[in-house]
């Protein structure tokens, strides 16, 4: 039995179970370790080892919440939703909720596209943005699973399609990969073979937009984790001070790609502009930590069981097992790398990471199958995606969750894991084979 395949399998079925993720987390990482060899002593030290390896990011969260709480006290969420209820108008006119919902749906597809590519931030802004505007959700009845599908599919279209900032590391490291494992190929011809693929995540979206999850649903209006149900008082200066810091907070990232130096930047801003009382600073970054605290742990255990998997050197087995299997067959060559990559995506929680695993023998196998370079590029590519949406512990869930579950209202794995796997996993597999196939 390959340890990497029952370490993530262990992990799924526990979540879907309604297991904490960090525990199923834990327990895969200690059953894919023992099945590995390691031992019951060497995977717990090579798991706690590992947990540091997503601090920096955790801590990033814990300040993003502080700061998302502090925005929602400066009364910037009451001026949204008076505004969007002036749209809607009291009649509740169905036509006009539409379009309210349309543009809404339309602008976070944009922000979290323009997130990977025009202005590199990644999940920064979704702590930021979405707490406030859930209030907004609620009075239209959205259905949180299709924003959090909106926006998982911005986390990773744009990247695998798209040879700008995160789209251009993604695409780098596709190429200097394959290059080094005997294949050459340029980055132009990249964007070609991901057509297809990408294509396959658009298909998912609009299924999930107006099939799936076009109903209406509803929500309690809740306040915030840490944040008073109260109706928040501000005033003109309150909701400048709030815009600003936002603008600067968004800036900072770009510039500094750090989201602990962003955070701490947002803070400090609405402390000078008074906004933020110095006395209720100490009370508002521990509410946002609390917010945060799932997300993060999550961050956390996701490390430890990343290191683990890799330690018991199962990946490259589970490739070489693959070489293995399929033959000359290209159809059933595609299909298990694919499923490969599946796997090893949903077990590591990063696409990134995987794209280097996977191509030292995907190139060989694709070249000794009789792919052409673009089908290769497109397997590689597509495999190493893969996993990236629907993995409890992937950026592209952890992040929408942490900003549709702000009044408790979200379920991680039911709410975003499930749908964004059925949605974007499902179609990016399929229409990832038949890249392989045509091109």
Known sequence: MNAVLIAVIVMLVLSLARVHVVIALALGALIGGLLGGLGFEQTVNVFSDGLGGSAPVALSYALLGAFAVAIARTGLPEVM?????????KSQDSRRQALSKALIFFLLVIVACFSQNVVPIHIAFIPILIPPILKILNELKVD?????TILTFGLTAPYIFLPYG??????????????????????????????????????????????TYRKRRTYENRALIGVKQEKQDYTRASIIVAVIAILLTLVVQTISD???????????????GGTLKWKEADGVVTDGMRMMAFISFVMLAASGFAAVIRETGHVDLLVDQVANIVGDSQAA??????????????????????????????????????????????LIGTAGALGDAGAPASDSTLGPTAGLNADGQHNHIW???????????????LFGWFAAMVL
């Open 81 to 89: 939703v008076s505004a969007v209820i002036k749209l809607v108008g």
């Open 144 to 148: 949180r699973r299709a924003i959090a």
């Open 166 to 211: 995160f789209g251009l590391m993604f695409h780098e490291i596709i190429a200097e990969n394959m290059n080094e494992n005997g294949l050459t190929i340029q980055l132009a011809e990249i964007p070609t073979a991901m057509a297809i693929p990408t294509a396959g995540l658009v298909v998912g979206l609009l299924v999930a937009i107006f099939l």
């Open 258 to 272: 750090s989201m602990i130096i962003a955070a701490l930047a947002g803070i400090i801003v609405l402390l000078a």
């Open 333 to 378: 060559a595609a299909f298990l790398m694919l499923v490969v990559g599946l796997f090893v995506t949903m077990g590591i929680g990063s696409s990134f990471a995987t794209i280097p695993i996977i191509a030292t023998l995907f190139v060989p196998l694709g070249m000794a199958a009789g792919f052409s370079p673009l089908a290769i590029i497109a």
């Open 415 to 429: 709410d975003t894991c499930v749908p964004t796997f059925i949605h974007f996993n499902i179609t990016l597999f």
